[in-house]
């Protein structure tokens, strides 16, 4: 099994572009969620999903969309980067039947927005 | 509002012994969990607790007191691939992670 990976693992973009940050998990899983991870701060959750189909927005959801149109697949959307957006940005998935809801995360994505 | 605290960096020699500490604020528990982190690479999970008490899990330990809003990741027989980033986070009332910022720790021979 691979686990949780996201593609691609580093990116550069100029301010404006847009891009899409896959991220794929071969564990049946079905939550997942969408994180960005900042120098001193916490891991700050952007969106998550409970299932096939639906999406919610977590705590910094502001310049980012998601889709989940198949349940093995999470896409997070930036339609016009802002340096802001500069982060590294993890993937993360669940599994509903877990008593306690043990995130698995992906390698990663380090995006920077010029 | 949401608040967990734990120290920035800490710093321990091998073979010894470390407790990081995480003290939270959060709307309403339903567990506690600890993470490590190395450099570059994903968090990947160590402890969970959701009832008072230690947990031992081989060479680390979580403690967990509800009443205190604290918790604590101890290490011991530290060895120099424990030097990684510890994250504390809390399950809240909507089942969503706060995280904290980490504990970098680093261990020296």
């Known amino acids: 099994n691979a686990g949780v990976t996201q593609t691609p693992k580093f990116r550069v973009l100029k301010t404006g572009q847009s891009m899409t940050l896959l991220c794929a998990q071969d564990m049946n899983h079905e939550y997942m969620y969408w994180y960005r991870q900042d120098p001193g701060m916490g891991l700050r959750l952007i969106h998550y999903?409970?299932?096939?189909?639906?999406?919610a927005k977590g705590e910094v959801p502001d310049g980012y969309n998601v889709s989940r149109l198949k349940k093995q697949n999470f896409l997070l959307g930036l339609e016009s980067a802002a340096p802001s957006q500069t982060s590294v940005y993890f993937c993360a998935s669940s599994d509903a039947r877990s008593s306690y809801n043990e995130q698995f995360f992906g390698p990663g994505t380090r995006l920077t927005v010029l | 509002g949401q608040n967990i605290d734990q120290p920035t960096e800490m710093t321990a020699t091998e073979g010894a012994i470390v407790q990081i500490n995480c003290t939270y604020q959060?709307?309403?528990?339903?567990?506690l969990f600890w993470y490590q982190q190395h450099a570059g690479e994903a968090p990947t999970f160590l402890s969970y607790n959701v009832l008072d008490g230690l947990e031992e899990k081989g060479r680390f330990s979580s403690f967990l007191s509800r009443s205190k809003g604290y918790s604590y990741l101890l290490l011991k027989e530290l060895q120099m691939k424990d030097s990684a980033s510890y994250l504390c986070a809390v399950l809240d009332s909507n089942y969503q992670l706060i995280w904290g910022a980490g504990t970098k720790l680093i261990i020296k021979p």
């Open positions: 999903s409970v299932g096939e189909g639906t999406t």
């Open positions: 959060t709307s309403g528990f339903n567990g």
